[in-house]
T-cell receptor
Framework: DAKTTQPTSMDCAEGRAANLPCNHS???????VYWYRQIHSQGPQYIIHGLKNNETNEMASLIITEDRKSSTLILPHATLRDTAVYYCIVRASMYNNNDMRFGAGTRLTVKP | SQTIHQWPATLVQPVGSPLSLECTVEGTSNPNLYWYRQAAGRGLQLLFYSVGIGQISSEVPQNLSASRPQDRQFILSSKKLLLSDSGFYLCAWATLPGLAGGWYTGELFFGEGSRLTVL
């Protein structure tokens, strides 16, 4: 039972911002939104997470709508190395990893 | 710093043969450990997780099993492989908030993966 919906694929021009959407319309008040990415033939890598407020770190920004039913991961200046599958995950607790469910994700292709 | 290693990186096995994939974590203690499988072009499926030595929880009934003989060692096994067992197997670990130090993110740290092809 998928808790999130993401587009199957997206393209982005190198140097431009990549905006990856995620719908999580059934999210409950205490559930977190996590983003991971997986470069081909590697293990997934944590990017960022948030609960209600927008978050930013050295990799990306996470914008969560006020009703929390959707979010957008922003890579401000995409590079070719950002080509990967990006997973949006909703989880009940940041202290319990046993409910980490990875869907199909969005395949982002950064083009020169 | 913490590291996670799994091996072998690649293996090709005939149907009906046994399987053993090993994962070890260094630089931390009492981690939660996980085995995921990724079929070609699909998302990750959680197979097993462990919160301590000898404690294994199975997410999906199948012909695979897992064991945790030591605190930082996690093994995935099968007595008889099926064609459907082919895939990319990933081991992961997570720490507990009290042991994380600094800013706790609740993230999973993944190994390099083991690609299994069953013929």
């Amino acid at each position: 039972d998928a808790k999130t919906t993401q587009p199957t694929s997206m393209d982005c021009a190198e140097g431009r911002a990549a905006n990856l959407p995620c719908n999580h319309s059934t999210i409950s008040g205490n559930e977190y939104v996590y983003w991971y990415r997986q470069i081909h033939s590697q293990g997934p890598q944590y990017i960022i997470h948030g609960l209600k407020n927008n978050e930013t770190n050295e990799m990306a920004s996470l914008i969560i709508t006020e009703d929390r039913k959707s979010s957008t991961l922003i890579l401000p200046h995409a590079t070719l190395r950002d080509t990967a599958v990006y997973y949006c995950i909703v989880r009940a607790s940041m202290y319990n990893n046993n409910d980490m469910r990875f869907g199909a994700g969005t395949r982002l292709t950064v083009k020169p | 710093s913490q590291t996670i290693h799994q091996w072998p990186a690649t293996l090709v096995q005939p149907v009906g043969s046994p399987l053993s994939l090993e994962c070890t974590v260094e630089g931390t203690s009492n981690p939660n450990l996980y085995w995921y499988r990724q079929a070609a072009g699909r998302g990750l499926q959680l197979l097993f997780y462990s919160v301590g030595i000898g404690q294994i929880s199975s997410e999906v009934p199948q012909n695979l099993s897992a064991s945790r003989p030591q605190d930082r060692q996690f093994i995935l096994s099968s007595k008889k492989l099926l064609l459907s067992d082919s895939g990319f197997y990933l081991c992961a670990w997570a720490t507990l908030p009290g042991l994380a130090g600094g800013w706790y993110t609740g993230e999973l740290f993944f190994g390099e993966g083991s690609r299994l092809t069953v013929l």
